[in-house]
């Protein structure tokens, strides 16, 4: 004897889908998935991370080279005006980094580089001279040189304040060429603020002070001038730092630039330090 048994018939609805048409779309929706997640779009973020890191890193890098060579440089051509940038000032005394400066813009006064020497900076509050004074001052009574030919911008407690002080300066006299005595590292951001204040510049740095003294502190210098330099074209700003003779080194200040190397324990009381540039 034969049993029949009537089997439930199969309809698409029993699957879930609505028709063939639903089932074909299924594994074409899983194949498109599958297509995106192996999309090239990926790469486009992953490439542009890699580049901004890249320009984070090398951007710096490059700046930090640069300050390094142009610290290397004595740039002396013919110009209208030595420039003298401020640092601190002892009651009217030029604090040793400032003496250092004055000294190396009388060596190239004196070499006929320019005619003229303009000393650069204003004061803190309580002051009771200016950088500009004060090293106008020390030029005139010690260096020999004619009051006449030396000029004080008394205007400034950063870099690009101070430049644009001199710019008006120059215009005042219808100069157009300045050599900028600094310390290295500070030559080509000051040489980048006098360009845009319309002066053509050089810069002839000195050979003294506490940011030549050791390798780490050549470092220290060039690390905190690619931000400087970085700061003023990125964002038009100047960095106001404190002056690298109170932080790093105390020196009598009545000495002279080439004898004034021997620490002294008890410097004079200083008018309030203006902050070095």
Known sequence: MTLEAEL????????????????????????GRGRWRRSPWFA??????????AIAVLTPLAVGARIWHQARQDERPRSDAIIVLGAAQYNGVPSPTLK???????????????????TVGGKAPGDNYTEAGAGRNWLVSKGGVPASRVF???VGRDTLESMKAVGKEFDR???????????????????????????????????????V?????????????????????????????????????????????????????????PSSPSPGR
């Open 44 to 53: 486009i973020p992953a490439g542009i991370v890699a580049g901004l890191l």
């Open 100 to 118: 250092w400066r004055l000294q190396h813009a009388l060596d190239l006064y004196r070499d006929g580089v320019a005619p003229a020497i303009v």
């Open 152 to 154: 004080e911008v008394p």
């Open 213 to 269: 003294q050791t390798r780490d502190t050549q470092f220290h210098y060039i690390v905190r001038e690619t931000g400087g330099y970085l700061s003023y074209v990125l964002l038009g700003k100047s960095v106001q730092v404190p002056d690298e003779t109170i932080k790093r080194i105390h020196i009598d200040p009545s000495a002279s630039p080439s004898t004034s190397q021997a620490p002294s324990s008890s410097p004079p009381p």
């Open 8 to 31: 439930p018939e199969f309809t698409p609805e029993d699957d879930g889908a609505d028709g063939p048409e639903d089932r074909a779309d299924g594994p074409r929706r899983r194949r």
């Open 173 to 211: 006299h219808h100069w157009s060429s300045g050599v900028i005595v600094t310390d290295p590292w500070h030559g080509l951001r000051s040489k980048k603020m006098a360009e845009d204040s319309g002066i053509t510049a050089a810069a002839s740095p000195t050979r003294s002070g506490p940011s």
